[in-house]
């Protein structure tokens, strides 16, 4: 079957963690016989570069088109004092909103061979960690009015029951297929729009009775997360506190550079990404990690076209190759082997079957 993938490299070391993910589907494509198109794209600083804007018509147009999105990372000092609305960041928050993906799913995963660069004491991640955090994505505050004159600024929290809903329902069927547990967060003790959140969030729950709701404040959850990150299956947040806790919960495995990122909305079109960013300061160094890219197109494969199997071949490569000792020099740690990207990518894409 031919699957049309836009790919969207951006910037740092974007392009670079893109070309590994490349080779991991066109070696699934050998093995199972698919056939993944390319088509090119431009988004953030490398837009702006080449459009003038962080995200064009052609690349929205692109993307609607296609099948799915790989994205890289965008950003860096090169684009750090123009107009605020032509920032690299901009590009990414009006792609979401252009191809409605309200759903963001951040796993965060400790990999067993990795444990040891968790800042967390080995007792409290004992027996690993597996959170999957559910982030609302183009609501909140980072799209309600807002404003700025010479003497003030404003931004709003706002969100409608529909947007909860959606979010919500995304949020219990992930549950179903994990431990049947959610912790919703919001600030329900201060803000109405946490009020609507949580009573839509219940209200959504009573069509799931398997699964189990819990309610937390996001300051606590803050809190809760370093001191019993195990609590945590599901975590369902809107927009702003799900950027802050998504970052909080990946460090807490230790390695950014291995996490993966799923944009979805209704349709199977999704924007698949590493959750980390884009690393000016050692882009074309050939030492980046690829692996969150890699696991990215594992989580495309499986969330946008369904194919389960592929995708658990790349993760198990990924532990393979980290079992056997293969390391960038992130999650490079004594007695291991430094290897650089390319390498990574390579050992990868040999380990499939
Ligand atoms: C993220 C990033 C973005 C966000 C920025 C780059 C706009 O921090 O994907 O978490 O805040 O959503
Ligand atoms: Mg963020």
């Known amino acids: 079957m ?35 198109i ?39 000092p090169k684009w750090d004092d123009i107009d605020p609305n032509l920032r690299p960041e901009k590009g990414l928050l009006q792609i979401r909103k252009a191809l409605n993906l309200y759903c963001n799913l951040r796993p965060a995963m400790l990999f067993e061979s990795l444990k040891d660069s968790s800042p967390l004491k080995e007792s409290i991640i004992k027996g690993g960690l597996d959170i999957m955090v559910v982030r609302e994505l183009t609501g909140g ?57 949580r009573d839509v969030v219940i209200k959504v729950g009573e069509d799931y009775p398997e699964v189990k709701v819990d309610h937390m404040y996001v300051d606590n959850a803050a809190m809760q997360l370093v001191v019993n990150p195990k609590q945590f299956d599901v975590i369902l947040t809107g927009n702003l506190f799900g950027d802050i806790l998504s970052d909080e919960a990946s460090m807490l495995t230790g390695s950014i550079g291995m996490l993966p990122s799923a944009s979805l909305g209704d349709s199977k079109l999704g924007i698949y990404e590493p959750v980390h960013g884009s690393a000016p300061d050692i882009a074309g160094k050939e030492i980046a990690n690829p692996i969150a890219t890699i696991l990215s197109v594992a989580m495309m494969l499986k969330y946008s076209f369904n194919l389960v199997k592929e995708s658990e071949a790349i993760e198990a490569s990924v532990k393979k190759v980290l079992d056997q000792g293969y390391r960038t020099p992130d999650i490079y740690s004594e007695g291991t082997k430094k290897i650089s990207t390319s390498q990574m990518g390579d050992l990868i894409a040999w380990n499939i079957h």
Request: positive net charge; charged residues 35%; proline residues 2%.
């Open 38 to 76: 390319y088509k090119r794209g431009y988004l953030g600083g490398e837009s702006i570069d080449k459009y003038g804007v962080p995200l064009s018509e052609e690349t929205i147009k692109l993307c609607k088109e296609s099948d799915s999105i790989l994205l890289g990372s965008i950003g860096g």
């Open 2 to 36: 031919d699957y049309k993938i836009t790919i969207l490299k951006g910037d740092g070391i974007g392009p670079e963690i893109v070309n590994e993910g490349i080779k991991i589907f066109d070696k699934i494509g050998k093995i199972y016989n698919h056939n993944f």
């Open 141 to 197: 505050l980072y799209f309600g009015p807002r404003n700025r004159d010479e003497e003030k600024a404003y931004d709003t929290l706002l969100y409608s029951n529909f947007e909860v809903e959606r979010i919500a329902k995304k949020a219990y069927e992930i549950a179903k297929l994990r431990k049947n547990r959610i912790i919703n967060v919001d600030k329900r003790n201060v803000l109405d729009s946490s009020k609507l959140w």
